[in-house]
């Protein structure tokens, strides 16, 4: 099986900061069709998050399930379904190995999908973070750029930059 990992928040959806209520989900621009394309090359998606407003008590574990339930819901308007979604509700001080970062979440995913292809998969997301925390497996990675543009140490895995999720698609299809 061959999957992109997805971040979240300024990836899929825009992020207000601290996403709590579920009428305040939009996807962004250029997501549908980058998601469409890479579904139609045999892609499947996993979403990988960081949620540390959970563990700083802005929000609980139950409204991020409101959220995710509308992005799911509005995906799947588009035939768009996504295979799973593994967060981190800690935050920086809790030291956890699932906050990207680190690569926990991306295990946790390949510990439950054991027939995820590491050498067909790629990550995209919108900080180095998130790229950092497939490294560990060279998952190729894609940025999605935002406040990062100068890039001093880029992570080996990371491929390519650009300006939205489907430009790493088309980026993904030509490669691949």
């Not at 339930?69 to 800690?90: G, M, N, S, T, V």
């Not at 990207?100 to 991306?106: A, D, E, H, R």
């Not at 390949?110 to 990550?123: A, G, V």
Request: with cysteine.
């Amino acid at each position: 099986m061959k999957v992109v990992f997805l971040d979240r928040d300024n990836t899929i959806n825009y992020d207000p900061g601290y996403l709590s209520d579920p009428e305040q989900v939009r996807i962004l621009p250029f997501v549908i069709e980058g998601l469409k394309l890479l579904k139609n090359h045999g892609f499947e998606f996993i979403i990988v998050t960081n949620q540390s407003g959970i563990g700083r008590g802005y929000y609980t574990e139950e409204d991020m399930h409101k959220v995710n339930k509308r992005i799911l819901e509005l995906l799947r308007a588009y035939e768009i379904h996504i295979k799973d979604i593994f967060f981190c509700p800690h935050t920086e001080e809790d030291q956890c190995n699932c906050r990207k970062p680190k690569p926990g979440l991306i295990q946790q995913a390949l510990n439950h999908y054991k027939e995820i292809d590491i050498n067909q998969s790629w990550i995209i997301g919108d900080s180095l973070r998130d790229i950092l925390s497939a490294e560990p497996y060279n998952i190729k990675g894609i940025l999605i750029q935002n406040k990062e543009k100068e890039l001093k140490d880029k992570p080996k895995n990371l491929l390519k930059i650009v300006n939205n999720l489907n430009e790493a698609a088309e980026f993904i299809i030509k490669y691949a």
